[in-house]
């Protein structure tokens, strides 16, 4: 019976995925919240959910985890609707904050206030985006600084038993960067450095970047750092 328990929201495809499918060979106990599934695994639980719904975010409720160690990887997120901050529409914004900040927000709270006294670890994924103010991506950037804002805070208070961080996975191989690379130019001025980073075979593979997390989550003692790049990150 595994004695450490995943946490992993996104797991339909991705980052997600294949975090998921690196801690099930790990032996981990493997729960994983998205809108679409392809693990099948003894120790795999997939929980159907849409996480850019706040009501249904809210009634989301975490398993009992005894006294195993338990980590939770707020991964989910959206580039969302690729234009200019004028042309974005209500619906836009609010569904793009809602899954991208305040899920894991609630999420973040669920798992400290659900988890007291068990050893925890919780790690955000963030973006350098969070970093650089990049056009025609006004929520997504937004997001994002405020998720590493928040882990930045969650770390001072200190909770008990919990490590907490903010990791950048970097330039990945997601469906997110097909959309990117789908966008028209005249609503993203940005289309060719990033369609260069696809054709010049510069994008990191899921795989690599879920084997770094993996690092991270068995060497978290060895960061100072409540912010990562997963580029920073060398495994031995």
């Not at 339909?12 to 060979?25: C, H, N, P, R, T």
């Not at 994924?125 to 405020?146: E, V």
């Not at 130019?185 to 970047?209: A, H, Q, R």
Request: glycine share 4%; with cysteine.
């Amino acid at each position: 019976m595994p004695k450490k328990i995943a946490l992993i929201t996104g797991t339909g495809s991705g980052i997600g995925k294949a975090l998921a499918e690196l801690l099930l060979d790990k032996n981990y106990k493997v729960v994983g919240y998205s809108r679409t599934n392809k693990i099948i695994h003894t120790n795999f639980t997939f929980i159907k959910i849409d996480l850019s719904d706040l009501v249904t975010t809210e009634k989301l409720v975490f398993p009992e985890a005894n006294k195993s160690e338990v980590l939770l990887v707020n991964n989910a997120a959206t580039i969302g609707t690729i234009a200019p901050f004028n042309k974005k529409t209500a619906k836009d914004i609010i569904t793009e904050y809602q899954l991208n900040l305040i899920a894991p927000t609630l999420l973040s709270q669920k798992f400290i206030s659900t988890y007291k006294k068990n050893s925890k670890l919780l790690i955000n994924l963030g973006s350098g985006a969070a970093n650089n103010p990049i056009s025609s991506w006004s929520t997504y950037c937004a997001t994002k600084a405020g998720l590493d804002m928040l882990t930045q805070v969650i770390a001072e208070e200190n909770h008990k038993n919990l490590t907490v961080f903010s990791v950048h996975p970097g330039i990945v191989d997601t469906t997110m960067q097909k959309k990117i690379r789908e966008t028209k130019p005249d609503l993203f001025p940005l289309l060719s450095k990033f369609t260069n980073y696809y054709t010049n075979n510069e994008l990191e593979n899921t795989g690599t970047v879920a084997k770094k997390l993996y690092y991270i989550i068995q060497n978290f003692a060895e960061f100072t750092e409540n912010i990562l790049s997963i580029r920073d990150v060398n495994i031995k």
